[in-house]
């Protein structure tokens, strides 16, 4: 998908195509990447719980040691973010304009990469799973960013027809699995690097919130985005979301291997 060549391309109309500007680049979308998990987890949590977020995301080998090297997979820490947290505020607002606003993220993130699918699946699943569910369906949100979705994505469809599908073509060479024993290897192997991965900040986490001093600076109540005080409901129904989100997408891959 073309985003991540666009953004590069509007990067160095402005900087000079030299590493350190490469570099920057890279950096620049992994801070806007934080930015943007810090608004998701003002969604469910206050201010010094969503510090503690983005301190362990910091932590995290894709934010860092990965981070300095901008490509598709790099720029995903700027879509996905925005797609959950447009879906968020859809959920909360359940107006037009927000489900305009989660269309416009869907097409961002299938337009960095095609595995946006599995992010946009979860977020389906989660608004027909959760508890509050039928309040978001009737809704004009979820129905608006559907059809937001499809008319963004149709000139990039149209692309797709006339290259005869060679990005999909690529992906179903590059991935095709030829036996059960193949897809077993790569999923373990996708397991273990994802929990190489997250062991690091789970074991900071641990420590930092079972350490008696520090307990205390992570209770507090709920602070909404306006810094008011946050509605408890929409709290949890945000919680709700967030945790379905993440089981699906961390399971779904190996379900579908």
């Known amino acids: 998908p073309p985003l991540s060549g666009w953004v590069a391309g509007l990067w160095f109309s402005v900087f000079p195509t030299e590493d350190w500007a490469t570099y920057a680049l890279a950096m620049t979308v992994v801070g806007v990447g934080m930015l943007i998990c810090w608004m998701i987890a003002l969604r ?15 932590l995290y080998p894709v934010f860092n040691f990965k981070g300095f090297k901008y490509n598709p997979d790099l ?4 879509t996905l973010p925005l797609l959950v947290l447009a879906y968020l505020d859809a959920f909360d607002k359940r107006t037009v304009r927000s489900g305009v606003w989660l269309g416009i993220a869907a097409a961002l993130a299938l337009l960095t990469k095609y595995w946006a699918l599995t992010m946009i699946g979860a977020i389906g699943i989660a608004a027909l799973v959760h508890p509050a569910r039928m309040a978001f369906l009737r809704s004009p949100a ?23 599908f060679l990005p999909l073509s690529y992906a179903e060479d590059t991935y095709a699995l030829s036996t ?46 306006g810094g008011g005080q946050a509605r408890p409901d929409m709290l949890r129904a945000q919680a709700i979301n967030v945790w379905i989100i993440q089981a699906v997408v961390a399971i779904g891959p190996v379900l579908g291997a």
Do not use: E
């Open 180 to 225: 059960r024993a193949v897809a077993l290897r790569y999923v373990r192997g996708y397991v273990a690097h994802n929990l190489a991965l997250l062991a690091v900040p789970l074991v900071l986490s641990a420590v930092v919130l079972a350490w008696g001093r520090w307990r205390c600076v992570f209770v507090a109540d709920p602070i909404a985005l």
């Open 75 to 78: 720029l995903q820490l700027v």
């Open 44 to 58: 469910v949590v206050d201010r010094r719980r969503a510090f503690f977020v983005v301190v362990m995301l910091a």
């Open 142 to 164: 979820p129905w608006v960013a559907i059809v937001a979705t499809a008319i963004a994505m149709v000139p990039h469809a149209i692309w797709l027809v006339r290259v005869d």
